[in-house]
């Protein structure tokens, strides 16, 4: 199975940028849509950018559609989300997620995702 593991997040200003890697390794990132999510607290988990798995395709949630981009490279196993015009209600942990290989899943539905980084916190002050 794939395990996946998230960097880059930290604290920014409103309006700055921030650049969230997700490698992956066990597994060819190649054989999966990857989804990426963020919970802030007392909130329920939310779906934030797609991407299919040759980056044919990509999602957005209204909210950061215009400000986030998400992005992959399979030949280095690595997947991106690039944040720019942050807002303090970014603030969240920020996961990235795959589904079962060759999947294309539900991207509002965390359930249909089956593996999991870590989260990586993002904090935007005012």
Same mark, same amino acid.
């Given at each position: 199975?794939?395990?996946?593991?998230?960097?880059?997040?930290?604290?920014?200003?409103?309006?700055?940028?921030?650049?969230?890697?997700?490698?992956?390794?066990?597994?060819?990132?190649?054989?999966?849509?990857?989804?990426?999510?963020?919970?802030?607290?007392?909130?329920?988990?939310?779906?934030?950018?797609?991407?299919?798995?040759?980056?044919?395709?990509?999602?957005?949630?209204?909210?950061?559609?215009?400000?986030?981009? @998400?992005?992959?490279?399979?030949?280095?196993? @690595?997947?991106?989300?690039?944040?720019?015009?942050?807002?303090?209600?970014?603030?969240?942990?920020?996961?990235?997620?795959?589904?079962?290989?060759?999947?294309?899943?539900?991207?509002?539905?965390?359930?249909?995702?089956?593996?999991?980084?870590?989260? @990586?916190?993002?904090?935007?002050?005012?």
């Amino acid at each position: 199975q794939v395990q996946l593991v998230e960097s880059g997040g930290g604290l920014v200003q409103a309006g700055g940028s921030l650049r969230l890697s997700c490698a992956a390794s066990g597994r060819s990132l190649s054989n999966y849509y990857m989804g990426w999510f963020r919970q802030a607290p007392g909130k329920e988990r939310e779906f934030v950018a797609g991407i299919s798995r040759t980056s044919t395709s990509t999602s957005y949630a209204d909210s950061v559609k215009g400000r986030f981009t @998400t992005s992959r490279d399979n030949a280095k196993g @690595t997947a991106y989300l690039q944040m720019d015009s942050l807002k303090p209600e970014d603030t969240a942990v920020y996961y990235c997620a795959a589904p079962r290989p060759l999947v294309r899943p539900r991207i509002n539905s965390p359930s249909e995702f089956n593996y999991w980084g870590q989260g @990586t916190q993002v904090t935007v002050s005012s």
